[in-house]
């Protein structure tokens, strides 16, 4: 038995309006990773089953990674299909935003959102979440949405309609969140919870493999160019920068989701506590800034106050508009203003 999290009371409201529902739009934040996509497809995945007329519309491109994932291959990218998006938008008698806490997160996407008068329901982990859906199912302590989703499913006595791929795609979105399990989750139930999508029968190994060794070669090749002549560390400060101009992107063939996980490399060196990891857009003018940290150092702190960003403690990210030489300048910035507290 795991612990409420979800009340029975809130279950039977989210039970409820899922039912009422025959046009499900469900939505996801801009540059989706495992979560965001996991937890998408498995909503769709359990929706589906219910008879519902469902569809996933992403903001943006999302990486090849993850497109193992079964039905996959149907979710729309709003950035290309503007037109057909809109239109199920109008449609939708609710639209679900999984895996993030306001409008802004899902981009140019916010303007169908906005418009759209439907009833609307967030699961969502991100702290200080928006006030913009009827529902709002928001556990900042859950190790990822798919973790509160599955226990959501539980919590409606839906257990029997999970689905192998459902299960699948929950476990992908736990995987992905905590680094394999390796942060985030210390909560034991979480490994309950993966021996209940085992029963399922999910090969969580392959699930691994599909996400972690499909890399590109210019991936390998970027990382060493970071890690070579790139890596800025501050011992004192326990802390590390490292930036990527648009021009050293394309000399390494940059594809989408190629420097997934890189700001976390500069953690397992000894002694570091906080990495921050500035790379530019291949197309806009915007830095993409991404934070993570250990122990008691706040990542989320860092990003509020210097990215325009948020997140969670140890992990969260902002963009910047300005070129990358003025983000490296605001990184510095940003160390030398907790170097009370970094150096300790
Ligand atoms: P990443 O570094 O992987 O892009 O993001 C780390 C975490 O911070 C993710 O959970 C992501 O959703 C969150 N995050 C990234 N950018 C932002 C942002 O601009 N605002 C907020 N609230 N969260 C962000
Ligand atoms: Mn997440």
Request: proline share 3%.
């Amino acid at each position: 038995m795991l612990r409420t999290v979800v009340s029975a009371q809130e279950a039977t409201k989210i039970k409820e309006m899922l039912a009422e529902s025959r046009n499900v739009v469900i939505t996801c934040h801009t540059g989706p990773d495992g979560d965001a996509i996991g937890s998408s497809l498995a909503m769709y995945e359990y929706l589906k089953r219910k008879g519902k007329q469902v569809v996933v519309i992403v903001p943006n491109y999302f990486p090849d990674y993850l497109r193992w994932m079964n039905d996959a291959d149907k979710i729309i990218q709003y950035d290309r299909r503007r037109a057909l998006s809109k239109s199920y938008f109008q449609q939708a008698d609710l639209v679900i935003a999984l895996d993030y806490n306001g409008m802004y997160r899902v981009d140019e996407m916010q303007l169908p959102l906005s418009h759209c008068r439907c009833k609307k329901l967030m699961i969502d982990h991100h702290e200080n979440p928006e006030n913009f859906c009827t529902i709002q199912l928001s556990r900042p302590e859950m190790s990822s949405t798919c973790e509160l989703l599955y226990r959501l499913l539980i919590a409606m006595g839906e257990e029997k309609q999970i689905s192998l791929h459902c299960a699948e795609d929950l476990y992908a979105g736990m995987c992905t969140d905590t680094g394999r399990f390796t942060y985030n989750s210390n909560d034991p139930e979480i490994y309950e919870i993966i021996a209940g999508l085992m029963r399922k029968g999910i090969d969580k190994d392959k699930i691994v493999r599909n996400i972690y060794n499909q890399y590109s070669e210019g991936r390998y090749r970027l990382l060493g160019h970071i890690l070579l002549n790139k890596l800025e560390l501050y011992p004192d400060l326990h802390a590390s920068i490292f930036s990527v101009s648009r021009e050293e992107l394309k000399q390494f063939k940059y594809m989408k989701g190629d420097a997934e996980g890189f700001v976390n490399i500069p953690l397992e060196i000894k002694g570091t506590k906080l990495s921050i990891s500035l790379r530019e857009d291949t197309e806009k003018d915007r830095i993409f800034v991404s934070i993570r940290s250990y122990d008691d150092f706040s990542a989320q702190e860092v990003a509020e106050k210097y990215f325009n960003g948020g997140g969670h403690f140890h992990a969260a990210g902002g963009t910047l508009y300005c070129t990358i030489d003025e983000a490296l300048d605001t990184a510095r910035k940003a160390l030398e203003a907790y170097r009370e507290t970094l150096s300790q």
